[in-house]
């Protein structure tokens, strides 16, 4: 899966792109966590690219919901791709989860998942 | 020039005398080397090796220290002065083997791994006979065979906890699997096909029969994850369902799911999981089937020969503290069916990454709805089989199908 985390003043996202499964767990955390570092943010995570999800995945979505919001913050699924819709739907978690549709990325510093700059707007 | 006799002859005696003890050494190498290593004991086989090595290297004494270990073999006053140097660390300021004092006789210590990592060890003589560099080169293979020992010794020892754990690994999977039911409860009047099969040697999907009164209770569910952690949380949500069967009407599962949720969720949300989970009631002739649903899929139900999915009323178990979803009444008529599987028969893929999906799924479902419960259960899951091929599996694959007793024609 490909991650790639945007930060900004105020806005942090993370567009994931690919499977999403048990496998990419470690290197979604590594890109999540580190956003968490100031209370009350806000974190978008786009699907838009997101061709499958499974359990694993749902599970860790909601434990970064769960950290987003002790520490004031919240998490945003932004863009469901049409299967993350559909298992959304079928699992009854799109009524837990916070969504948005059609969400622009933010201007700042765009890095992969090992922090390496990928380009600068 | 006439030849002096007397001088080839000692020349004769000091060769021959040469020749033995090289033929020694050889001896002793061979022993050195055939010391066996088959043991956890390797302070045994250390001990061997050292008594070997005196003979190679014509010592009257040496130690080997390894941490709080200390072994001595031979004897006589080098063997103490030898001791202090190894234990108090004196002389050891190069790795390789090389001679140190010792206020009568001669000795040669040298560094055990890397660095000295293993240790040290010393050889010496009674007498001031100093060790030559053949000398060395022996202590040098002394060494290296000792290296080599320790090595292996460690190797094996990692080896026999890797097969332990490996071991216990298998058996906390099995006794976490003996939790399931080996075959559909027998009841007039209802027919049950029931087969779950873990991905690897345990899994979080779960089936779970209880007759009660003449009713029969179900839960089919799926812990989020795979392997072992998954079992471990899938023995308590069955322990939790079972309580539940006994302490709900029929017509109210969607209470007993709520029970469920309620024993659940403070040890879910402490592992950061969840368990997807269908929980229903049936009585024989009753036609119809009471059932809630806590965010599992597939679950479907087929009636004249069209296949409806029957949605989540809730999400999953662990979610969200104290939710409670609705009870929906699903018809279970002649020649209908209700479908209950994991999300492994969609998420199967084949060689080319392709899932069975769940479009294919329900067209399956449709295309056999007119089988007996036994024949649908057995050639979907045969189905999700052939299209993996020799693919693994993706998941755990269950499934369970209940439908109305047939009369055979």
């Known amino acids: ?121 | 020039m006439p030849t002096d006799v007397s001088s080839v002859d000692l020349d004769l005696a000091l060769v021959t005398e040469a020749l033995i003890a090289s033929q020694d050494q050889l001896a002793a190498l061979r022993a050195l080397i055939g010391v066996p290593i088959d043991s956890l004991d390797d302070n045994t086989a250390l001990e061997s090796m050292l008594h070997e090595a005196l003979e190679l290297t014509d010592s009257h004494c040496a130690v080997l220290v390894r941490g709080d270990v200390v072994m001595e073999v031979g004897g006589g006053q080098q063997l103490f002065e030898l001791r202090r140097l190894l234990t108090c660390g004196i002389g050891l300021s190069r790795t390789e083997p090389h001679p140190v004092e010792l206020p009568v006789g001669s000795a040669v210590v040298a560094s055990l791994g890397d660095g000295g990592s293993q240790g040290c060890l010393g050889f010496a003589r009674r007498t001031d006979t100093r060790y030559r560099t053949g000398d060395l080169h022996l202590i040098d293979t002394v060494v290296a065979a000792i290296n080599k020992l320790t090595s292996l010794t460690d190797l094996h020892r990692r080896g026999v906890r890797r097969a332990a754990i490996d071991h216990e690994h298998q058996l906390a999977s099995t006794l976490a699997q003996a939790i399931l039911p080996t075959a559909p409860p027998a009841l007039d009047g209802v027919d049950v096909f029931a087969r779950s099969i873990p991905a690897s040697l345990a899994g979080g999907d779960f089936i779970v029969f209880e007759v009660l009164d003449g009713i029969l209770w179900f839960a089919v569910g799926d812990v989020a994850g795979k392997g072992l952690p998954a079992a471990i949380v899938m023995t308590r949500a069955v322990s939790a369902a079972r309580v539940a069967f006994h302490t709900h009407a029929e017509d109210q599962p969607a209470a007993a799911l709520g029970a469920v949720g309620d024993e659940l969720f403070d040890y879910l949300s402490g592992v950061g999981l969840f368990v997807t989970m269908a929980v229903g009631s049936y009585r024989p002739g009753s036609g119809v089937v009471h059932l809630a649903n806590a965010g599992h899929s597939p679950v479907l139900s087929v009636a004249d020969g069209r296949a409806c999915v029957v949605p989540a009323s809730m999400p999953p178990i662990g979610v969200v503290r104290a939710m409670r979803g609705r009870t929906q009444q699903i018809r279970l008529g002649p020649n209908d069916l209700l479908v209950i599987g994991s999300d492994g028969l969609a998420e199967q893929e084949d060689i080319h990454a392709v899932m069975y999906g769940y479009d294919r799924l329900l067209r399956r479902v449709e295309q056999r709805a007119h089988l007996t419960v036994n024949e649908f259960g057995d050639g979907l899951m045969n189905d999700v089989q052939d299209h993996a091929g020799d693919q693994p599996a993706s998941d755990d694959r269950t499934l369970v199908v209940l439908g109305e007793s047939r009369v055979a024609p």
């Not at chain 1, 996202?13 to 496998?23: V, W």
């Not at chain 1, 978008?44 to 499974?54: G, H, I, K, N, Q």
Request: charged content about 25%; cysteine-free; overall charge negative.
């Open chain 1, 1 to 121: 899966m490909r991650i790639r985390t945007e930060t900004g003043a105020g806005h942090h996202s993370i567009s994931l792109a690919g499977r999403f499964d048990a496998h990419e767990i470690d290197g979604y955390r590594m890109a999540f966590e580190p956003l968490l570092s100031e209370p009350g943010t806000v974190v978008r995570v786009d699907l838009a690219s997101v061709v499958f999800v499974d359990s694993s995945a749902l599970a860790e979505l909601l434990r970064s919901q769960r950290a987003a919001r002790e520490s004031d913050g919240d998490l945003v699924l932004v863009n469901l791709s049409d299967p993350v819709r559909i298992i959304l739907e079928l699992t009854a978690l799109e009524q837990v989860f916070t969504t948005e549709t059609g969400a622009s990325a933010p201007v700042g510093v765009v890095a992969d998942s090992s922090g390496r700059p990928v380009e600068t707007r």
